[in-house]
């Protein structure tokens, strides 16, 4: 009998077949960097005031100074409100003008823009004043799209296969992608996006079975490479992004720029590969030779025959449930340390990554920073965890990313360049935390229960995402709220990171400590009766 893993060997754990699988699924992935983070751009705060065109029925002669001066008041600055309007009155023009008006009340007519803006959702959509915090609600339920799109697909692709739902991931994100950009009305828009998340959660599922969790086409030796290169070519669709963003100013184009790419992948459906593990598991073993032969050809290596065909797919060892990882103390306690720890990074890279424009720098110029600082912070963590080890890496990554957070909310406004700087090193913190997550939680849970267990720590992410936008919304109570939960979080994580175990240099762990403890108790009983049995044959007869 073969172990799949001797086929991966025989055919090259990383050979051209190998290295162009990473292309195709980073390219996927550099597409994905937009319908995360383009709405951004789309929302950025532009002037305006409340339409009262009311007062051109008793004078409609007034210029547009006029109009502002008699209708609009004036706040403590002595710019004219965007959210307030004076309340319309029956008077004559003469009286206006003489006595003023003094009662306000929020805008009834809508809002008026400046005519040189280009359009952008903000305009589009009328997304201010109150209707201000539909955006943040909009990102939140993309979010929810992703965590929908990891339930969904994630079974799909064991039941279908993996070739099949990255392909129909790529067609609904292109399809409802492009769809968004001539939506009627803000709510068609958000429910494209929340379909649009689901589609690119299904191509990260596709990318971590292939890539990751289940080695199904890169040898074992190799296995980190495609992850962080998949990774690093995300955060370059970030840099590509802002430039994307600073040239097309329209919602619409801008829209349409970003998600029609993805239709010039579609060549996936002729060169992608299915994995091949996954045909065996389904009993399809001609077409998995076959694949394999023809990866072992693209490789120039040679598959022995004999090798090929005692191919045999590991016996499947029985998982645990979700129980085990609460009701058995080790476990409980990495669990609900390293969910919190999964869950807190997503909530601060998403948090700092949404409000990129609210750090007081040119906008595209930071994008351009926060996409770049995370190549070095993935790259690093390869050498890193080597020389430190998973647990001081990752509590010390979080410490950092807290501390820069809450050392922002003490450094006044007008010293933007400060303010961003701090920014971009907790986004290098954090970032640095998220890949280092996914190593050390594949190490801490056994193997019986590392899928549920990792599994758990993603939906946690999940969650984390779909809250950080919300947080946004508590800024109507105090500037400084939102900072310092992004501020406090990482560091009770990172504090927390630190009771548990260390992994470097050790062998995975294959059962529970309970199981540990039965097989040892059988062991000795075995040995025990054998001892006994050897004394019986002993005695004289």
């Not at 492009?178 to 009305?185: I, K, L, Q, T, W």
């Not at 809250?467 to 310092?484: E, F």
Request: include cysteine; proline fraction near 5%.
């Amino acid at each position: 009998m073969t172990n799949f893993g001797d086929i991966i060997s025989a055919i090259g754990d990383l050979g051209p077949f190998q290295k162009w699988l990473v292309l195709m699924l980073s390219l996927a992935n550099f597409l994905t960097a937009f319908p995360m983070f383009g709405q951004v751009f789309m929302v950025l705060d532009v002037p305006h005031h409340c339409k009262t065109s009311w007062i051109y029925a008793i004078s409609p002669n007034l210029t547009e100074e006029q109009l502002l001066n008699l209708t609009i008041p004036r706040n403590t600055q002595g710019s004219y409100e965007e959210c307030l309007m004076y309340t319309p009155v029956n008077w004559d023009i003469d009286s206006v003008v003489e006595y003023g008006l003094n009662v306000t009340k929020k805008c009834q007519e809508g809002w008026v823009y400046s005519s040189e803006q280009t359009p952008t959702l903000v305009t589009q959509f009328d997304l201010v004043c109150d209707r201000k915090e539909l955006n943040d609600i909009s990102q939140s339920i993309y979010m929810l799209g992703l965590l929908l799109g990891a339930v969904v697909f994630g079974s799909l692709s064991d039941r279908i296969g993996r070739r099949p739902i990255i392909l129909l991931s790529m067609l609904v994100m292109g399809t409802f992608g492009v769809g968004a950009a001539f939506v009627p009305n803000f709510y068609v828009y958000v429910i494209l996006r929340c379909l649009v998340g689901a589609a690119v959660s299904g191509i990260f599922i596709v990318q971590s079975v292939l890539l990751s969790l289940g080695t199904e086409w890169v040898g074992v030796p190799y296995r980190s490479h495609p992850v962080i290169v998949t990774q690093c070519c995300f955060s370059i669709g970030i840099m590509v992004l802002a430039g994307l963003a600073y040239g097309v100013r329209n919602w619409r184009l801008l829209q349409i720029a970003g998600s029609a790419p993805v239709f010039c992948l579609f060549f996936y459906i002729w060169v992608l590969p299915e994995s091949a593990r996954w045909l065996m598991t389904k009993e399809k073993i001609k077409e998995a030779k076959n694949l394999l032969q023809k990866a072992a050809s693209v490789n120039r290596r040679t598959i022995p025959p004999e090798l090929l065909d005692q191919l045999m797919l590991e016996k499947k060892v029985k998982s645990g449930n979700i129980l085990d990882l609460f009701l058995k103390k080790r476990l409980r306690k990495v669990t609900l340390v390293m969910a919190y720890a999964w869950f807190v990074n997503s909530l601060v890279y998403y948090g700092l990554s949404l409000n990129v424009g609210s750090f007081g720098l040119d906008i595209y110029l930071t994008q351009l920073v926060f996409g770049a600082v995370e190549i070095p912070a993935r790259f690093g963590c390869i050498f890193l965890l080597q020389w430190f080890g998973r647990k001081k890496c990752q509590g010390c990554f979080l410490l950092l990313g807290g501390a820069t957070c809450l050392i922002i909310t003490c450094i006044p406004k007008d010293l933007p360049v400060v303010v961003t700087t701090l920014a971009v090193i907790g986004k290098f913190a954090i970032a640095a935390s998220f890949s280092i997550s996914y190593v050390y939680s594949a190490e801490l849970f056994p193997t019986i229960i590392r899928q549920t267990g990792v599994g758990l720590c993603s939906m946690s992410s999940r969650v984390g995402g779909i809250i950080s936008p919300l947080i946004g919304l508590l800024h109507k109570y105090h500037p400084a709220i939102p900072m310092v939960i992004f501020g406090s979080t990482p560091v009770t994580a990172g504090i927390l990171c630190f009771l548990l175990p260390e992994t470097r240099g050790k062998e995975l762990q294959d059962h529970t400590e309970e199981a540990k403890e039965s097989q040892r108790k059988m062991w000795n009983m075995g040995r025990s009766q054998g001892v006994l049995a050897a004394g019986i044959k002993r005695l004289p007869s």
